[in-house]
Each structure stands twice: as C-alpha cells, then as structure tokens.
C-alpha cells in the first residue's frame, strides 16, 4: 500500500464548471504527478511536483492547473471542465528510496457531460 | 522527447500459452524500464524494472523482459499464461534526468480465455 488516497473517486459534472481532484500521501514523498488515462493513449503526464509550492507542466497540461501547499497534498484543477477532459485520473507518488518506479492511486473518474 | 512503443493493442491467448509483449522505446541516453499491468477495475501495478545489470529481469506472477540496448526494446515474456493474467500492460520508460517521470506506451490488452 503506497499511501496514497484519490478523492473523489467518481464525479459527473457539466461543461464550464470548475472541479478539483485531490491526492493526499501519508509518508511525505516529495514527488506526486498527475496522468490521464485513456482508451488508446494510455497514461499521459499532466503536471507533477517536486516539492511543495514546485510544479511543472506534463505533456497535457493544457486546461488544469496544479497546487501543492503541503507535502501530503497535490491538488489538479478543471477551471472549466470540457468533455475532453472526460477520463480516469492518477496520482502517483515516487518513494525517494526506491528506483524511480512510480506508485499509483485508485484512481478519479470524472465524467463532463 | 521520448516515446514508448507498444505493437500489440490487443493480443487473445489460451491459457498455457506463451506471450511476448513488444516495447519500444525512442530516446538514446541512460534509460529506467518498467512493466505495469492494471486488472479490470483497478490501479496500475508495478510487474518489473530494469535499473542497470542483468538485462533479463524477473519480477512478479512469473513475468520477465529483456532489456536489449542495441534494438532500444524491453520485451515482456511469461511462458505459460493463466486466465488471472487478462489485464492490461503497459511499458515506460524513464530517462535520465526528466524528474523521475515516466512515459507510458499506449498499452497492450491481454485477454486469456479459459
């Protein structure tokens, strides 16, 4: 068990409302990313930390925003949801004492209708 | 950047079978290779990893790969393969670095029929 805890794990929301999904880790690792999932594209980054207040962009960052304020918590941000961004959410954290393997969570399924 | 390369999108086997999932990669530094497999309904999970050493690497269920630097491949094996195996796989690969991120293949279906 990595620690780590998705919330909401299954939200409906309509077009142009904002939604904010949560990953909260217990053990203060200090890397945590986010990816889509989806059918065909597999697993692609959004954004991730390396520390608190210490983002950067994935390679589908457009239309989320990220916010780190504490070790445990790394927040992903729809401004204003799109059908596109209909899809299966993970956060991942990365142990400092392993290999670079990553560690996922439950995952959020988040339906923009 | 680099991409991950996954052949097979959907690969039906019987149980007993042999399976060999491809992976390519494309980038020409010092790379991290992994196999994660997602059961239907869950989280991915980590198969096995080559870090450096031996590039025939053994990890859980059975499965291995072979790291083969010259063909920039990691190829996934298992010689008999059991129904419990119907899953998801995807390969990544991370590359010196890129902040420990990974970049995931698009992912092979494996359905094992009884």
């Known amino acids: 068990d990595a620690g780590i805890t998705q919330s909401p794990r299954h939200k409906v929301t309509e077009t142009g409302t904002p939604v904010t999904l949560r990953c909260h880790q217990t053990?203060?690792?200090?890397?945590m990313y986010w990816y889509r999932q989806d059918p065909g594209h597999g697993l692609r980054l959004i954004h991730y930390?390396?520390?608190?207040?210490?983002?950067d962009k994935g390679e589908v960052s457009d239309g989320y925003s990220v916010s780190r304020s504490k070790t445990e918590d790394f927040l992903l941000t729809l401004e204003s949801a799109t059908s596109s961004q209909t899809s299966v959410y993970f956060c991942?954290?990365?142990?400092?004492?392993?290999?670079?393997?990553?560690?996922f969570g439950e995952g959020s399924r988040l339906t923009v209708l | 950047a680099q991409s991950v390369s996954q052949h097979n999108h959907h690969v039906i086997l019987s149980e007993a079978a042999s399976l060999e999932l491809g992976c390519n990669y494309s980038?020409?530094?010092?790379?991290?290779l992994f196999w994660y497999v997602q059961y239907p309904g869950q989280h991915l999970q980590l198969l096995l990893k080559?870090?450096?050493?031996?590039?025939l690497v053994k990890g859980i269920k059975g499965f291995e790969a072979e790291f083969i630097k010259s063909k920039f491949s990691f190829n996934l094996r298992k010689p008999s393969v059991q129904w419990s195996d119907t899953a998801e796989y995807f390969c990544?690969?991370?590359?010196?670095?890129?902040?420990?991120?990974?970049?995931f293949g698009k992912g092979t279906l494996l359905t094992v029929n009884p």
């Open positions: 991942a954290i990365r142990p400092a004492d392993g290999t670079g393997e990553l560690f």
């Open positions: 053990e203060n690792h200090r890397y």
């Open positions: 930390s390396y520390g608190v207040k210490d983002t």
């Open positions: 980038y020409g530094g010092t790379v991290n």
């Open positions: 080559y870090f450096s050493g031996d590039p």
């Open positions: 990544a690969v991370r590359t010196r670095g890129s902040n420990y991120k990974l970049t």
